[in-house]
């Protein structure tokens, strides 16, 4: 992985120079760093501005990493995604972390993290869904400004109690992920091809990862059994356009037989009505109730609310959809619970 990669990946003409290379870096919030820092490692001659943009960028990831350590020695929660597949990085070279994503290893241990978060952190704005269904998993997202708000993308970190979400249809959710960390790696940048289109930085973390000890024929059994064998191939296609693959080579030869099993095993399971994930709308933030240790359900008349350690939310299917008169009757039946209590 150097310099030479990201002008390839990013289609710009290394005789256009670094300039250049940054400017089109910039249709990502996130690649800039990234770009910066490997320039940096390149000498490559940069102005105040620059080096305080990469300086930031800096911080933030050694921000998340203390974050992580934190809450993984107060409530046992671990991270997943982004912060470990940056320690697969060259030394200097700065994995782009828009979001930290911490599993926990169950409910009390969710909210006691999102509490520590929002005691600690200058939090504006936290989210809440439920996944699946007989037991429900939480997500929670809480987000805070950078720095420099404008420039730099807000602080993120999620929160789940399960480590695969799923995609709502085919895939089920699946709570555990336990692997060598390479391979967990490997199978939490497949899982996001459930969600988006794999793009240049998720080829950056497979050229990260192509020195790993990968063994093919149980790499591909474990990545099958996360039902990720699609999205696995997918990925180390894409990879394959613009790297040699090395220990993955094998590995996506092995995936080829998983292919038509989990399409098959996906096309069974959509027949099978799903509760599709619950999205919560705020209705106000709590003061922090620090006897909760889980959130509560409690029926209204357009819907669920849900009461957590932190703040108060009305379901609904999808983001931020409920009415004016939902959120009306919402909050006269959170106003009516209140008066029970």
Partial sequence: ?????????????????PAALLHRSRTSRHLPALVLSALAGDDVRMGAPARAELRRARDRADRYTRLAGD??????????????????YPAGLL?????????????????QAVVRLVTDQPVE??????????????????????????????YRVRLTT???????????VRPYLVADDHVECLIALAEEGLRRPFRPADVLDVAALDRQPFEAAETAAVIAAYRLAPEAVALLDRAAAHLALGPLAPVR?????????????????????RLPARHGT?????VIRHDWDEARLVPAPDG????????????????DTATPAERAAALRALHDWDALC
């Fill in 282 to 286: 705020l209705l106000r933030r709590a």
């Fill in 304 to 319: 669920r609310l849900l009461l957590t350690p932190v703040a108060d939310y009305l379901l609904t299917p999808a983001p």
């Fill in 125 to 154: 704005h936290i989210e809440v869904a439920l996944l699946g269904d007989r037991p429900h998993h939480t997500a929670v997202t809480v987000h805070w400004p950078a720095e420099d708000p404008l420039v730099d993308p807000w």
């Fill in 1 to 17: 992985m150097n310099t030479a990669l990201l002008y390839h990946l990013l289609d710009v003409d290394p005789a256009d120079g």
């Fill in 162 to 172: 399960a480590a695969l979400d799923g995609d709502g249809a085919g895939v089920p």
């Fill in 71 to 88: 809450l993984a020695r107060s409530t046992g929660v671990r991270a997943l995604r982004g912060l470990p597949l940056a320690g697969y």
């Fill in 95 to 111: 994995r782009p972390l828009d979001t930290l994503d911490l599993v926990a290893p169950g409910e009390a241990a969710l909210w």
């Fill in 253 to 273: 030869a092995a995936l080829e037989a998983e292919l038509a099993p989990e399409h098959r095993r996906r096309g069974e399971a959509a027949a099978t009505p």
